[in-house]
């Protein structure tokens, strides 16, 4: 019997919309640009599954535990621990706190659970009272075995015409939808135990992050796949490939994408962003006119909008959606 990966890669001999990833600070994928190579990741230490804290940063009011197992990963080489960061503020659990859950990106290759700025986004959502959640899923290196009902998912996108179906990493894009959904039913029913309520949550990604969270948010309900709903989403420079996924009454999202993005192209955040603009879904998109791929190429941490980062937007963003407060949706070009 072939795998379900040499099966995927036969049902197409025509390569439609190339889902293709980089490295560097938020690493990517997916667009309908031309195919882009994919460079070799730094290699990612092996943790232990035991969770382990982790010292508090300089200057934070913080309590990270690392390493906690959320799940086991089948791979052609056997089961692998899945494991996430929790970042909490230091402080006794008085209620449940709202929760961010945030995807790396490193093109399906590489990446980890530290990377993508993911200490400094949790130093600022813990200093806003929330948890911050950071998880590693499998990648193409480990050749994952996806279970079937995500294969039927990037199948049925592949067979609708959105992607490339010859693209070796289709098994790694499979289980990283897989992976985030089992961290986030495993956080719903450790709710208690990690003081976090996942009625309030946001989905963040970066890159293949970005296109991680974007599927898991808006591309499983059509296949009755079960997991704790955002109530916000936010995408760095990611996709949707296929932007009809995004329906009516989802969950209002913040996109960033530079126009000269040569890994994932710029149209793919209009047509997401003209989506939500068809069906009612509330946003704010910030397009960063001439930048390329990633937090440095945007300069989320220097490009500002009213006296505002394009960083601080974003915290500012999902605290209002979480706390009950007074979202800005706004769609801007931002010169750096």
Request: net charge negative.
């Amino acid at each position: 019997m072939q795998s379900p990966k040499h099966r995927r890669a036969l049902i197409a001999s025509v390569a439609l919309i190339a889902m293709a990833g980089c490295g560097g600070d938020d690493a990517s994928v997916a667009s309908n640009a031309a195919p882009v190579s994919v460079p070799s990741p730094t290699p990612s230490p092996s943790p232990s599954p035991s969770p382990t804290p982790t010292p508090t940063p300089t200057g934070t009011s913080q309590r990270v535990t690392s390493d906690i197992q959320y799940g086991v990963g089948a791979t052609s080489s056997g089961s692998i621990p899945l494991l996430l960061d929790l970042y909490e503020p230091d402080e006794p659990c008085a209620s449940p706190r709202p929760l961010v859950l945030f995807v790396h990106g490193g093109g399906f290759t590489g990446g980890d659970k530290v990377s993508g700025n993911a200490l400094f986004r949790a130093e600022q959502m813990n200093a806003r009272g929330f948890n911050f959640v950071s998880i590693n899923y499998r990648l193409d290196p480990d050749d994952p075995l996806p279970s079937a009902e995500y294969v039927a998912v990037v199948d049925d996108v592949l067979a609708d015409g959105f992607g490339d179906a010859t693209d070796p990493r289709l098994d790694a894009i499979a289980a990283a939808f897989e992976d985030t959904v089992t961290a986030l039913n495993f956080l719903r029913d450790n709710q208690d135990t990690f003081c976090t309520d996942t009625s309030r949550l946001a989905y963040w990604g970066s890159s293949a992050g970005a296109f991680t969270v974007l599927q898991v948010a808006y591309g499983l309900n059509q296949f009755g796949i079960d997991r704790p709903e955002p109530a916000v989403v936010i995408d760095y420079w990611g996709a949707l490939l296929r932007a009809s996924d995004l329906e009516v009454a989802e969950a209002p999202f913040l996109v960033i994408h530079g126009t000269q993005d040569n890994t994932v192209d710029y149209q793919e955040a209009v047509n997401l962003t003209n989506q939500a603009q068809t069906v009612g879904v509330s946003h704010s998109f910030y397009t960063v006119i001439g930048a390329g791929h990633g937090g440095r190429a945007t300069g989320i941490d220097v490009n500002e909008v009213n006296g505002q980062t394009l960083h601080e937007l974003t915290f500012d963003f999902v605290e209002a959606h979480l706390t009950g407060g007074t979202p800005v949706y706004e769609t801007v070009d931002v010169t750096p």
